[in-house]
């Protein structure tokens, strides 16, 4: 068993930055591949990236390529979302989640996941 728990959301003006953790216990995250969503009102889940530890490789949504870095520290069991030059459009709770395994297309898939955090809400205004 796995509990995550994100932090770090707030508000933020467009442009601006924003740097979300996820705390894991439990099991350590580095058996896993790491994955960020996101959910907007009225929207569903959305992928936003995820990050394997076989082979060390991190994958991002189209819309959030080159702004947005996974990245985890694994003697702290925490997995981070750097968020950069965020939008309007970025609003949304972000939630992570951890899966065994996954091929880069099923790891943009929230049925892959095998845990999930409780999410934390990211607002960026314009």
């Known amino acids: 068993q796995v509990q995550l728990v994100e932090s770090g959301g707030g508000l933020v003006q467009a442009g601006g930055s924003l740097r979300l953790s996820c705390a894991a216990s439990g099991r350590t995250v580095s058996n896993y591949a790491m994955g960020w969503f996101r959910q907007a009102p009225g929207k569903e889940r959305e992928f936003v990236g995820a990050?394997?530890?076989?082979?060390?490789?991190?994958y991002y949504a189209d819309s959030v390529k080159g702004r947005f870095t996974i990245s985890r520290d694994n003697a702290k069991d925490t997995v981070y979302l750097q968020m950069d030059s965020l939008k309007s459009e970025d609003t949304a709770v972000y939630y992570c989640?951890?899966?065994?395994?996954?091929?880069?297309?099923?790891?943009?898939?929230?049925?892959?996941?095998?845990?999930w955090g409780q999410g934390t809400q990211v607002t960026v205004s314009s």
């Open positions: 989640a951890a899966a065994s395994w996954g091929t880069t297309t099923e790891l943009s898939r929230p049925g892959v996941y095998d845990y």
């Open positions: 990050l394997t530890w076989w082979d060390i490789s991190t």
